[in-house]
């Protein structure tokens, strides 16, 4: 079901920039070798870990006002369902926008 708060917007932005505006990070990044650069991190932001592997360096800690090293199974469920959801979101706007220019 499409509900109008749940829109996505495109994003010239790298994540770095990305990073340094954002109040909450959460990484799921299924590699050892993957780190959230702690420099990049806007201060006070949330940091979440959902990844077996811990995505973020030692020194967040420093950096953000919360960090959350891991996260059951059903939140990472939860994430997931949330995620794929806000993607079909996005086709189905795709798919809208098309008849709604017919229209005019």
Do not use: W
């Not at 010239?12 to 299924?30: F, K, M, R, Y």
């Not at 794929?84 to 809208?96: A, F």
């Amino acid at each position: 079901m499409y509900h109008p708060r749940h829109i996505t917007h495109p994003s010239s932005n790298t994540l770095e920039q990305c990073l340094a505006i954002s109040d909450v990070v959460i990484s799921a990044v299924p590699s050892a070798s993957y780190k959230v650069n702690t420099a990049v991190l806007k201060d006070g932001c949330i940091c979440v870990n959902v990844s077996s592997e811990k995505n973020f360096e030692k020194d967040v800690r420093e950096k953000a006002s919360l960090y959350l090293p891991s996260v059951g199974k059903v939140t990472i469920m939860m994430l997931t369902r949330n995620l794929m959801r806000l993607t079909n979101y996005q086709d189905m706007l795709k798919q809208e926008a098309p008849k709604s220019t017919e229209q005019q």
